[in-house]
C-alpha cells in the first residue's frame, strides 16, 4: 500500500529538521544557508519552502521539538519522583542529558545558531528557559506545603540560580565545539548545589 500523501509530507518535514539539526552540530560557528541544506537532504530549495515558508520556521520547528520533548518528560518526573529534591535533579539532568544527545540545537537554545534571524525566534527560546525556571520555583514553593521544608534562600532566587547553572553548561558544551560534555562531573555538581537546598 503506498504510503499517503500526509505521511509522505510528514516525514519530509522530519527529514529536513533531522538534517537541519546534524548541520549545525557538524559546522559549529558556520551559517547554514537554505542552500546548503536543500543539497544536505537531497531536494530543490523550492521544495524545502514547500514544508517551510523560511529558515525561521524550520528554526522555530526545532524549538517546538525541544518544548515537546522536555517538557512531556518532566510531566512524567513530576508524577515519578516522590520528592522536591528528586524532582528538580530529575528535571535539570535531562534537560542537560537532552543537550547532550541533541548537540545541534544546542546552538538555537543558546542564539548562537540565531543571529541574523527574527526576535521571535529568540523570545521563544527565553520562553523555554523561563518556563523551566518557572517549573522549579513552583516545585519548590510546593515543598513546604508536601514536605514541610523551604528553600534556604526564596525560591525565585533558588531556581534561578540552578537554571542558570544549566544554562551554562549548555552554553559551555557549545563553546567548546560539543568537547565537553554538560553532563560532565554533574552528579558531584549536583551534589554540592543541592546541599542545604531544601531544609
Request: charged content about 30%; hydrophobic content about 45%; some cysteine.
Amino acid at each position: 500500500m503506498a504510503a499517503s500523501p500526509n505521511k509522505d509530507r510528514n516525514n519530509r518535514r522530519q527529514q529536513i529538521l533531522e538534517s537541519l539539526a546534524l548541520m549545525l552540530e557538524q559546522s559549529p560557528g558556520a551559517r547554514i544557508t537554505t542552500a546548503k541544506l536543500a543539497k544536505e537532504v537531497g531536494v530543490t530549495e523550492a521544495a524545502l519552502y514547500r514544508h517551510f515558508p523560511s529558515k525561521g520556521k524550520m528554526f522555530e520547528g526545532l524549538i517546538e521539538f525541544v518544548e515537546d520533548s522536555v517538557f512531556s518528560r518532566i510531566n512524567r518526573i513530576m508524577q515519578e519522583e516522590a520528592t522536591s529534591q528528586g524532582k528538580i535533579e530529575a528535571i535539570l539532568t535531562l534537560v542537560l542529558a537532552f543537550a547532550e544527545k541533541n548537540p545541534g540545537i544546542c546552538r538555537i537554545l543558546m542564539g548562537d545558531a540565531l543571529a541574523g534571524e527574527k526576535d521571535r525566534l529568540r523570545t521563544r527560546v527565553s520562553q523555554f528557559f523561563e518556563r523551566l525556571e518557572a517549573q522549579i520555583k513552583r516545585i519548590l514553593r510546593e515543598a513546604a506545603i508536601r514536605e514541610g521544608k523551604r528553600s534556604t534562600i526564596v525560591a525565585s532566587k533558588a531556581a534561578n540560580l540552578l537554571v542558570a547553572v544549566v544554562e551554562g553548561r549548555v552554553h559551555q558544551f557549545v563553546r567548546t565545539e560539543f568537547k565537553q560534555s554538560p553532563l560532565d562531573g554533574w552528579n558531584d555538581q549536583w551534589e554540592f548545589l543541592s546541599n542545604g537546598l531544601l531544609v
